[in-house]
C-alpha cells in the first residue's frame, strides 16, 4: 500500500469515529441540560442509531454497494450529517431534536460499513494491515473525548453547543476527503442481492447450534446493560460533579484498545465460554462500582466502572464476533456477522435504550436520579444472563477454537 493510500485511510477512520465521539458521548447530558429532556426521551435518541443499525444493511447491500462508489456516498452522507448536526443545535424541544437525531443516524450508520469497505479494497492483507488503520478510529473517539473535557464543555448549556458544532465541523471536513479517497468501485450489477441476504438471513443456519443459538439469545439481553452506559454514564458522571467526565471516559477507550490485544491469546487458551463468561461478569462489577462510587473515598470505584469497559466490550462483543465467524464458516460469514450486529446492535440496543430511559425515569429523584437504584437495574439484568448463559450454553473447546 502506497503511504498516500495509507494516510488517506488512517485519516478517514480518524475522523470517522470521532465526529461519533463528538457528540454521541455527552449527548445524554446535553438533552437533560438544553432540552430539559426526559430519561425516556434520551433513551429514544439514542435507540435512532440501533434503527439506523438494522435499516443500513439494505442501503449498503441493495443500493450502494452495487451502483455507486463507496468514497462518494460516503462523501455525501458526511456532508448532508454535518448540515444536520449544525440543525440539532438550532432546536430547543425534543420532538424535532428527536428527528434529526434519527435522520442523521441513518445517514452515518452506513459510513462505518463504507469506511471499512474502502480500506479492505486498498489492502492485499487485510489481517495483518487492517488492525493498524482501524486503530485511527479509537484514536480519533479517544481525542475527541480529551478535547470536549479539556475544553470544559460540558459545564454548560452554551458550552454543550460546541459539542455539536465540533461533530458538524469534522463530518463537513470527512465528507470533502472522502472525495479524494481511493477509488472503490461498486459491485457487479449483476450480482444477486436481495433483502434476506442483506438482512444476513443465510446464517439461520447456525441456529441449528443449540449452543450458538443460547450465545445469540445472551448477545441481545446484554445490550440492555449495554445501553444503560451509552446513553447515561455521562450524564451520571456530571450529575454527580465529576469534572472533565467525557475526558475520564476515554479511558474506557484505552481499556478497549488494551484487552483487544489480548483475545487472541486467550481465545484459544481458555475458551469461548470462559471468556464470555469474564465479559458478562464485568458488566455486573462495572455497575455495582458506579453504584457505590462516589468523589470521595470510594473515587476508585467510579474509574474502574470506566476501565472495565475494555473487558465489558472486547470479552463479550469482540469475542463474540470471532466465536460467529469461527461457527459460520467462510461460506457464509459474512451473513453472519450482519445477522450478529442486526440482532445486537440493533435490535438488542433499540430495546435496551427504551428500557433504560424508562428506568432512569422511575428513579428519578427532584432535581437529580437515584443513581443507586438505576444502577442496580442493569447489574442485576447482567448477573441474570451470566446465569443463564452458565447454564444452558455448552460449547466444546475444540469447535469454538480458531485454528492457527
Same mark, same amino acid.
Given at each position: 500500500?502506497?503511504?498516500?493510500?495509507?494516510?488517506?485511510?488512517?485519516?478517514?477512520?480518524?475522523?470517522?469515529?470521532?465526529?461519533?465521539?463528538?457528540?454521541?458521548?455527552?449527548?445524554?447530558?446535553?438533552?437533560?441540560?438544553?432540552?430539559?429532556?426526559?430519561?425516556?426521551?434520551?433513551?429514544?435518541?439514542?435507540?435512532?442509531?440501533?434503527? #439506523? +443499525?438494522?435499516?443500513?444493511?439494505?442501503?449498503? !447491500?441493495?443500493?450502494?454497494?452495487?451502483?455507486?462508489?463507496?468514497?462518494?456516498?460516503?462523501?455525501?452522507?458526511?456532508?448532508?450529517?454535518?448540515?444536520?448536526?449544525?440543525?440539532?443545535?438550532?432546536?430547543?424541544?425534543?420532538?424535532?431534536?428527536?428527528?434529526?437525531?434519527?435522520?442523521?443516524?441513518?445517514?452515518?450508520?452506513?459510513?462505518?460499513?463504507?469506511?471499512?469497505?474502502?480500506?479492505?479494497?486498498?489492502?492485499?492483507?487485510?489481517?495483518?494491515?487492517?488492525?493498524?488503520?482501524?486503530?485511527?478510529?479509537?484514536?480519533?473517539?479517544?481525542?475527541?473525548?480529551?478535547?470536549?473535557?479539556?475544553?470544559?464543555?460540558?459545564?454548560? !448549556?452554551?458550552?454543550?453547543?460546541?459539542?455539536?458544532?465540533?461533530?458538524?465541523?469534522?463530518? #463537513?471536513?470527512?465528507?470533502?476527503?472522502?472525495?479524494?479517497?481511493?477509488?472503490?468501485?461498486?459491485?457487479?450489477?449483476?450480482?444477486?442481492?436481495?433483502?434476506?441476504?442483506?438482512?444476513?438471513?443465510?446464517?439461520?443456519?447456525?441456529?441449528?447450534?443449540?449452543?450458538?443459538?443460547?450465545?445469540?439469545?445472551?448477545?441481545?439481553?446484554?445490550?440492555?446493560?449495554?445501553?444503560?452506559?451509552?446513553?447515561?454514564?455521562?450524564?451520571?458522571?456530571?450529575?454527580?460533579?465529576? &469534572?472533565?467526565?467525557?475526558?475520564?471516559?476515554?479511558?474506557?477507550?484505552?481499556?478497549?484498545?488494551?484487552?483487544?490485544?489480548?483475545?487472541?491469546?486467550?481465545?484459544?487458551?481458555?475458551?469461548? &465460554?470462559?471468556?464470555?463468561?469474564?465479559?458478562?461478569?464485568?458488566?455486573?462489577?462495572?455497575?455495582?462500582?458506579?453504584?457505590?462510587?462516589?468523589?470521595?473515598?470510594?473515587?476508585?470505584?467510579?474509574?474502574?466502572?470506566?476501565?472495565?469497559?475494555?473487558?465489558?466490550?472486547?470479552?463479550?462483543?469482540?469475542?463474540?464476533?470471532?466465536?460467529?465467524?469461527?461457527?459460520? !464458516? #467462510?461460506?457464509?460469514?459474512? #451473513?453472519?456477522?450482519?445477522?450478529?450486529?442486526?440482532?445486537?446492535?440493533?435490535?438488542?440496543?433499540?430495546?435496551? +435504550?427504551?428500557?433504560?430511559?424508562?428506568?432512569?425515569?422511575?428513579? &428519578?429523584?427532584?432535581?437529580?436520579?437515584?443513581?443507586?437504584?438505576?444502577?442496580?437495574?442493569?447489574?442485576?439484568?447482567?448477573?441474570?444472563?451470566?446465569?443463564?448463559?452458565?447454564?444452558?450454553?455448552?460449547?466444546?473447546?475444540?469447535?469454538?477454537?480458531?485454528?492457527?
Amino acid at each position: 500500500m502506497k503511504p498516500v493510500t495509507a494516510f488517506l485511510l488512517c485519516l478517514m477512520m480518524f475522523l470517522e469515529y470521532f465526529v461519533w465521539g463528538s457528540w454521541y458521548v455527552t449527548m445524554s447530558t446535553y438533552m437533560g441540560t438544553n432540552l430539559h429532556a426526559t430519561g425516556i426521551q434520551i433513551g429514544a435518541a439514542y435507540s435512532a442509531l440501533a434503527i #439506523a +443499525t438494522m435499516i443500513s444493511p439494505f442501503f449498503i !447491500g441493495l443500493i450502494a454497494d452495487r451502483f455507486f462508489a463507496a468514497q462518494r456516498i460516503m462523501g455525501v452522507l458526511h456532508l448532508a450529517g454535518a448540515i444536520l448536526l449544525f440543525s440539532a443545535t438550532t432546536v430547543s424541544v425534543n420532538s424535532p431534536f428527536y428527528w434529526i437525531i434519527l435522520v442523521y443516524s441513518l445517514l452515518y450508520m452506513p459510513t462505518i460499513a463504507l469506511s471499512n469497505s474502502i480500506a479492505f479494497y486498498q489492502m492485499v492483507d487485510p489481517g495483518r494491515q487492517f488492525p493498524w488503520i482501524r486503530v485511527f478510529g479509537t484514536l480519533g473517539w479517544i481525542v475527541a473525548g480529551l478535547l470536549i473535557g479539556g475544553m470544559q464543555w460540558e459545564k454548560s !448549556g452554551t458550552t454543550l453547543l460546541n459539542t455539536f458544532y465540533l461533530a458538524s465541523g469534522a463530518s #463537513a471536513l470527512l465528507g470533502l476527503i472522502s472525495f479524494f479517497l481511493p477509488n472503490t468501485p461498486p459491485k457487479a450489477k449483476s450480482t444477486e442481492v436481495t433483502a434476506t441476504k442483506a438482512l444476513g438471513t443465510d446464517a439461520f443456519v447456525l441456529f441449528k447450534s443449540k449452543s450458538y443459538l443460547v450465545f445469540f439469545i445472551a448477545a441481545i439481553l446484554v445490550c440492555i446493560p449495554l445501553s444503560f452506559y451509552y446513553g447515561f454514564a455521562n450524564d451520571f458522571l456530571n450529575e454527580i460533579g465529576m &469534572k472533565n467526565a467525557a475526558s475520564k471516559m476515554i479511558l474506557g477507550q484505552f481499556s478497549e484498545g488494551l484487552f483487544i490485544l489480548a483475545i487472541p491469546f486467550l481465545f484459544n487458551r481458555i475458551g469461548v &465460554k470462559k471468556m464470555l463468561m469474564m465479559g458478562m461478569t464485568a458488566w455486573m462489577l462495572r455497575y455495582l462500582c458506579f453504584a457505590y462510587g462516589n468523589l470521595g473515598s470510594n473515587l476508585w470505584m467510579l474509574y474502574a466502572g470506566i476501565i472495565l469497559h475494555g473487558v465489558c466490550y472486547d470479552f463479550f462483543f469482540v469475542t463474540g464476533y470471532m466465536y460467529t465467524e469461527n461457527k459460520a !464458516g #467462510a461460506g457464509i460469514k459474512n #451473513a453472519a456477522q450482519g445477522l450478529f450486529t442486526f440482532a445486537t446492535y440493533g435490535v438488542g440496543m433499540f430495546i435496551g +435504550t427504551w428500557f433504560s430511559g424508562f428506568v432512569v425515569d422511575n428513579y &428519578k429523584a427532584g432535581p437529580g436520579h437515584d443513581w443507586l437504584k438505576i444502577w442496580y437495574v442493569p447489574a442485576y439484568i447482567a448477573l441474570g444472563v451470566l446465569i443463564y448463559f452458565i447454564l444452558f450454553f455448552r460449547e466444546k473447546r475444540a469447535a469454538a477454537a480458531i485454528s492457527g
